[in-house]
Structures are given as structure tokens and as C-alpha cells.
């Protein structure tokens, strides 16, 4: 597996930073968000190192795959699966990425417009 030693979610990964730990399999690893933007907010990433969803090949269809399923999955956990939610993946500095580890942000529990901004 893809590490960078000096990336943020790398090293949560790792265990070497902690955090809020909601369900990880040896693919995916889902964290509450430490400034959560809505009642829940988890993000789900890759335990491999992939910058970004621009990064992302054919040879990744497994992996995000996985990451989707695990949404899906702690969207009827986290009781928001019937209200609705929303998935979202930051591409670069415009797109309002700030970590470079691709990830998905799981977020429900309340209404959300659109644009989104």
C-alpha cells in the first residue's frame, strides 16, 4: 500500500495522529470530521495514498467502490440514509481541497442547497 510519510490522512491512517474512528476495513477508513459542516459529518478516504479523485485511474474502480459501499453503509448507520445526504470530493486548491489524500465527505442530517457555493 501507497504511503506518504508526510500526509495528514497518511498519518491518521497510521495511527499516529489521532481521531474519531466510525468503521475501517483494510481498504477504507472513516473519520468524524474535526469541523463537521452538518449534524453528521464523516469523511471516508483510501488507506492508500491517492492525492486526489484527478489521480485516480481504471486500476482504482475496487477502491473507490469500496469507499462508496462504506458511505452507503454509514448512511443507514448514522440514521441519515432516508432523509437524504451528500457525498462530496474537493479537487485542488479551487475545487477547496486542503488535505492532499483523496477522501469523500459523507455529510447529512440536515437540508443542503444547491450550488453548494
Known amino acids: ?33 474535526i469541523a463537521p459542516r452538518a449534524p453528521t459529518h464523516v469523511l471516508v478516504l483510501p488507506k492508500e495514498h491517492i492525492a486526489s479523485a484527478a489521480d485516480l485511474t481504471d486500476e482504482h474502480a475496487t477502491v473507490v467502490g469500496r469507499i462508496f459501499a462504506k458511505a452507503a453503509e454509514l448512511a443507514r448507520s448514522e440514521g441519515i440514509a432516508e432523509g437524504g445526504y451528500r457525498i ?18 459523507l455529510m447529512g442530517g440536515r437540508a443542503f442547497a444547491w450550488p453548494p457555493g
Not at 462530496?88 to 465527505?105: E, K, M, P
Open 88 to 105: 462530496v470530493t474537493n479537487i485542488g486548491a479551487w475545487g477547496g481541497q486542503t488535505v492532499d489524500h483523496l477522501h469523500f465527505h
Open 1 to 33: 500500500m501507497t504511503r506518504d510519510p508526510t500526509c495528514l490522512f497518511c498519518k491518521i491512517v497510521a495511527g499516529e495522529i489521532p481521531s474519531t474512528r466510525v468503521a475501517e476495513d483494510d481498504v477504507v477508513l472513516a473519520i468524524r470530521d
